[in-house]
């Protein structure tokens, strides 16, 4: 398989899994209203059965208590939300207590069609 190949290959490929994300968000939506209002908050289909459920997460809100108990492994308890960082400090803050590191991203995009006779070089 030649590189252009490869990378038309990835373009739908990706194309593909957005548009099954997105109908698995939609579907998985549904499927939740509908088992809501089910008493038992299940259902079954021919292959597999779905069901609601709680599921209980602890968080931790008291910042001050959370690095008291952590003590030096604070650092390594905690992430830094660099996005909501950016909405609240701005770019600037962040460029001044941070640093870039270089990255290398793999874009993939759609070609705009042709529009015209495509010339041969000479």
Known sequence: MTLAEKIDRLGRLRDRIHAL?????????DVRKALAARPG??????????????APRTVVEDLPALRKAAGR????????????????????VLRR???????????????APATGPRR???
């Open 21 to 29: 994300e997105t109908e698995e968000k939609a579907l998985a939506g």
């Open 120 to 122: 041969r070089p000479k």
């Open 41 to 54: 908050k299940r259902a079954d289909g021919a292959k597999y059965s779905a069901q609601l459920y709680s």
């Open 73 to 92: 492994r604070f650092l390594r308890v905690v992430r830094a939300d660099v996005k909501a960082a950016r909405e609240l400090l701005g770019e600037d």
């Open 97 to 111: 207590i941070g640093r870039r590191l270089p990255r290398k991203q793999l874009k993939v995009f759609r070609k």
